[in-house]
């Protein structure tokens, strides 16, 4: 058997060597750059070969950061833009270059990879950087540079006159288109443009809605309007005419539709004044009189007005349903206290007890006496006649004070005698402390609960002895408080020589005077009254109300 030839063993061997010792380096160093770049790799000229991710990363931000300064002009037929890639969010996408960079000579054909990794010593791997552009943003970008350069498409609209309904046709508008924007953005920033310069043409934007829509909504409204309309509220009738429709004839895009409007505030405001007042306009409380011994109440009356919040646009959706006449429902405004509500209070008889003072029987109610005449009685019926017929509902607190306010001679009080920081002086609204006593001794009996009150520093024999009040303003005040589930009326009446106050509700606790002592307090002598309170259910309580006399002469304790 003859043996190879040397040659023969030669020319077959050294390729196969060579083949063997370059696969052989091509593994080794793709081997040693697995997790980083290969060797010879270039992005836009720039070496990021043998480099580990991080590195490249690092190369990458250093690039984007440059090119976010790249200057940009933006051509548009007569208008140009200067700006900065930056500005426009033309931005170099830094994950996807990243991942281009090190992809680089690991993708095709696997066969082949050597042979490209071996080439890449005399012609390095070229990356082109990867770009992005936010559209949204960009969008905003270039309405902010256009200005008044963009000019929008202009909708049609209704005009209307007494005699017609026509329109003010449409217009085309130019502005940037910010799709063709970018796309011409990132073809530039691909081919390596520095500075980026780009020519667009405005896009000619059509209104969406045409004029001949338009036309057909302004004789929809010519024939909605050619008549008048009447529309009708608790009987009373209020009729627009055709020149007043037409005057609140509008219109509204919505998306591609052009839609009939009517001004709704001025349609409003002319509905309710011709309309104008339906009665009984403002609600009326249910009250409470006293006739013939016996408690009345007036009913409540709900109030009417013109109209329902809604009116407008109802009227709006008639006229354009083609109606010509249409009823539209007043709105009811019930009172602060219905007829209903007043009967419930439990308002209904004279509550208390019976007990005697000046020897005279005090049934139910509590009477003072005077000598007739003189401002200081003058001033006692005032103060009676403004706090009669006080309602004093469930857990309210009744003040003096607060129902009759500060006594004036424009509130018809005159100058009477008071007492004053222990001195007697005559002052506006003197004397209603006699008024007040017997509304003390009134809820007194009635086992009312006080709140602010105080007595008179030196007894007057008018009074109950330890058991009576004063006024001035704004303190004292004299104040119970209504601790039953029933309604309070305060009823007051009065004769040339007497004040008489009564509570009417539903007779519930009473109070007695079980007991009194005296004591001292410097120049004063006290004086502490007991009352028993007996309730419904058998219960008894008992508190005490006090009062504190001046020694005659002295004008403190």
Same mark, same amino acid.
């Given at each position: 058997m003859r043996r190879p030839r040397l040659a023969t063993v030669l020319g077959v061997g050294i390729p196969v060597l060579i083949v063997m010792l370059l696969l052989a380096a091509w593994a080794f160093d793709t081997s040693a750059a697995a997790d980083g770049s290969l060797r010879n790799v270039e992005l836009d000229g720039t070496e990021v070969g043998s480099q580990t991710e991080d590195e490249v990363t690092e190369d990458v931000a250093?690039? *984007?950061a440059e090119f976010a300064g790249t200057e940009v002009t933006i051509t548009a037929g007569d208008q140009t833009i200067e700006t900065t890639a930056a500005d426009l969010s033309l931005e170099l996408d830094q994950p996807a270059t990243v991942t281009a960079v090190l992809d680089e000579g690991r993708e095709g054909n696997t066969a082949l990879r050597p042979l490209a990794w071996a080439r890449s010593f005399v012609a390095p791997f070229e990356v082109e950087p990867r770009f992005t552009v936010r559209p949204d943003q960009l969008a905003v970008v270039l309405a902010a540079e256009e200005g008044d350069e963009a000019r929008q498409p202009v909708e049609p609209s209704l005009v209307a006159s007494p005699e017609t309904i026509g329109i003010q046709g449409g217009q085309t508008g130019e502005a940037l288109d910010p799709a063709e924007v970018a796309d011409a953005l990132l073809d530039a &920033?691909? &081919?390596? +443009? %520095? =500075?980026? #310069?780009? %020519?667009?043409d405005p896009e000619v934007r059509e209104p969406a809605v045409t004029d001949a829509a338009a036309q057909a909504v302004a004789d929809q409204a010519s024939e909605l309007t050619a008549e008048p309309v009447t529309v009708r509220v608790a009987g009373q009738a209020a009729t627009f005419e055709v020149d007043e429709l037409r005057s609140w004839v509008g219109s509204r895009i919505v998306g591609d539709t052009i839609e009939l409007t009517f001004d709704e505030e001025a349609l409003g405001t002319a509905l309710r004044e011709k309309i104008g007042s339906l009665g009984d306009a403002e609600p009326r409380d249910a009250t409470f009189d006293l006739v013939g011994g016996q408690v009345q109440i007036t009913p409540s009356v709900n109030g009417l007005r013109c109209c329902p919040d809604d009116a407008a646009p109802r009227i709006v959706r008639s006229i354009k349903a083609g109606q010509k006449d249409m009823e539209i429902e007043p709105v009811v405004e019930e =009172?602060? /206290? #219905? #007829? +209903? +509500?007043?009967? *419930? /209070?439990?308002?209904?008889?004279p509550v208390g007890t019976t007990t005697e003072w000046n020897g005279q029987a005090q049934v139910k109610s509590f009477t003072t006496y005077h000598a007739a005449g003189g401002n200081r009685v003058a001033n006692i019926h005032r103060m009676a006649d403004i706090v009669r017929g006080t309602i004093v509902l469930p857990g309210e607190t009744f003040s003096i004070n607060d129902v009759v306010g500060q006594r004036t001679t424009e509130k018809g009080f005159l100058p009477a005698g008071a007492i004053a920081n222990g001195e007697h002086v005559d002052e506006v609204g003197g004397g209603v402390s006699q008024f007040a006593t017997t509304t003390f001794n009134a809820a007194f009996f009635a086992g009312l609960p006080f709140g602010e009150y105080q007595a008179h520093s030196e007894h007057f024999s008018r009074y109950p002895y330890g058991r009576e009040a004063t006024m001035g303003w704004e303190h004292p005040d004299l104040q119970f408080e209504n601790d039953t589930p029933y309604g309070i009326m305060v009823w007051t009446s009065y004769t040339d020589t007497s004040i008489t106050v009564t509570l009417y509700s539903t007779q519930y606790a009473y109070g007695e005077q079980v007991a009194q002592s005296e004591g001292r307090r410097g120049s004063c002598t006290t004086v502490t009254t007991t009352r028993r309170i007996t309730y419904p259910d058998g219960r008894t309580a008992t508190d005490t109300v006090g009062a504190a006399y001046r020694d005659p002469g002295a004008t403190s304790c």
């Open positions: 250093v690039a *984007a &920033a691909r &081919a390596g +443009e %520095d =500075p980026i #310069t780009i %020519d667009v =009172p602060g /206290l #219905t #007829t +209903e +509500e007043a009967q *419930a /209070l439990g308002i209904k008889e």
